[in-house]
T-cell receptor, first 110, second 117 residues
Framework: GQQVMQIPQYQHVQEGEDFTTYCNSS?????IQWYKQRPGGHPVFLIQLVKSGEVKKQKRLTFQFGEAKKNSSLHITATQTTDVGTYFCAVSTNAGKSTFGDGTTLTVKP | GAVVSQHPSWVICKSGTSVKIECRSLDFQATTMFWYRQFPKQSLMLMATSNEGSKATYEQGVEKDKFLINHASLTLSTLTVTSAHPEDSSFYIC?????????????FGPGTRLTVL
């Protein structure tokens, strides 16, 4: 099945700095989804990208899907302490199953 | 928005006992539900796909006789961890897919933290 590699595993930033996590695959992806999991919480769906080169924004979050549909990124501008958590990318199959990346855990120092 | 509930939110049990976890879609019909397991500081690992009215499909390496899944209605799936052992201690999370839409969005439950003594 489709697998995704996510980097970095951990990222520590000062509040106000930007943050980016990357999701890469060796195969062409049909879609990519991004989730956020707060410490002690459950994953919360953020967005799904399906089109080549697609860029979507949610306030300070910018999501991109590569032209070749083999990579994706999530960029947070001017991080805040509320952004802490683990960000997962995931790929879903026709059967609806999702394969998750290992996640990037973001910590923000006030 | 779509809401998925899970019960219980946490459970502590003795080794050898069985534990049932419920997953409910509260405001939509879920033809498909998924059960994941997440160990500390790790990603979510899919255990099985639960389809309403049919047998669950288990991922490779997941024992179907140990993790019993029942999806008796469009809003309820249950996972029973039979003869639980300490190594089964984990965070179990279900998700549901809205069968009325064509999107791949999964809505996750709040999770159940299982501790087996």
């Amino acid at each position: 099945g489709q697998q995704v590699m996510q980097i970095p595993q951990y990222q520590h930033v000062q509040e106000g700095e930007d943050f980016t996590t990357y999701c890469n695959s060796s195969t062409t992806l049909s879609n990519i989804q991004w989730y956020k999991q707060r410490p002690g919480g459950h994953p919360v769906f953020l967005i799904q990208l399906v089109k080549s080169g697609e860029v979507k924004k949610q306030k300070r979050l910018t999501f991109q899907f590569g032209e070749a549909k083999k990579n994706s990124s999530l960029h947070i501008t001017a991080t805040q302490t509320t952004d802490v958590g683990t960000y997962f990318c995931a790929v879903s199959t026709n059967a609806g199953k999702s394969t998750f990346g290992d996640g990037t855990t973001l910590t923000v120092k006030p | 928005g779509a809401v998925v509930s899970q019960h219980p939110s946490w459970v502590i049990c003795k080794s050898g006992t069985s534990v049932k976890i419920e997953c409910r879609s509260l405001d939509f019909q879920a033809t498909t539900m998924f059960w994941y397991r997440q160990f500390p500081k790790q990603s979510l690992m899919l255990m099985a796909t639960s389809n309403e009215g049919s047998k669950a499909t288990y991922e490779q390496g997941v024992e179907k006789d140990k993790f019993l899944i029942n999806h008796a209605s469009l809003t309820l799936s249950t996972l029973t961890v039979t003869s639980a052992h300490p190594e089964d201690s984990s965070f179990y999370i279900c998700s549901a897919r809205d069968g009325t839409t064509s999107t791949d969005t999964q809505y996750f439950g709040p999770g159940t933290r299982l501790t087996v003594l």
